[in-house]
């Protein structure tokens, strides 16, 4: 089965930290992204990754950096957190040209920014 | 741009009631996906529908795809608790999906 993990459950920062979300899949997966859900707005793509060191911008990327040093590993950096990014924040990976182009998530980190 | 609309956004209905959530678009896909969330966990894929017309059931879950491959339905007969959660579907092609924003549908018991 493929395993998506995030590196916390939940987490509260102040305005203006930096902050790290890391996210590590265990399928050899191409794939690697990072949205944010908010209620009654559903699943919006911050970022994704297709290979190492290769990013492209989602819909909402403002605010957000990614790094992908390693395959299986995809970070998302909050430059200096802000309220309005409070948010649940979901990782998932899939195959690259993978027939049905599935993803996989991981549990999600709820981040509150306070 | 492609957009996927579910509806109803919420659902509340008593154990062993059936039901049937939707998920529409102007756009054509190539493929359709549901995923359900329960609270605090990401979304798990359900079904797959790729064909205009096609069905797959998954015990008391019936998908359908229709056949200009713009929308899709979910109908559930006789709900149970355990179906409690977050429907969301999502069409493809390409690597970035498109997302409805989900039916958030509750069974009580």
């Known amino acids: 089965d493929v395993k998506v993990t995030q590196s916390s459950r939940y987490l509260v920062k102040r305005t203006g930290e930096k902050v790290f979300l890391e996210c590590v899949q265990d399928?050899?997966?191409?794939?690697m992204f990072w949205y944010r859900q908010d209620p009654g707005l559903g699943l919006r793509l911050i970022y994704f990754?297709?290979?190492?060191?290769?990013?492209e911008k989602g819909d909402i990327p403002e605010g957000y950096s990614v790094s992908r040093e390693k395959k299986e590993r995809f970070s998302l950096i909050l430059e200096s957190a802000s309220t309005n990014q409070t948010s649940m924040y979901l990782c998932a990976s899939s195959l690259l040209g993978g027939p049905l182009y599935e993803q996989f998530f991981g549990p999600g980190t709820r981040l509150t920014v306070l | 741009t492609q957009l996927l609309e579910q509806s109803p956004q919420f659902l509340s209905i008593q154990e062993g009631e059936n039901l049937t959530v939707y998920c529409n678009s102007s756009?054509?896909?190539?493929?359709l996906q549901w995923y359900r969330q329960e609270p605090g966990e990401g979304p798990v894929l359900l079904v797959t529908?790729?064909?205009g017309g096609e069905v797959k059931k998954l015990k008391r879950l019936t998908f359908q795809f229709g056949d200009a491959r713009k929308d899709s339905s979910l109908h559930i007969t006789a709900a149970q608790p355990g179906d409690t959660g977050l429907y969301l579907c999502a069409g493809g092609p390409g690597n970035q999906l498109i997302w409805g924003a989900g039916t958030k549908l509750i069974i009580k018991p």
């Open positions: 756009s054509v896909f190539s493929s």
């Open positions: 529908v790729v064909t």
């Open positions: 399928m050899d997966h191409e794939n």
């Open positions: 990754s297709y290979d190492v060191k290769m990013k």
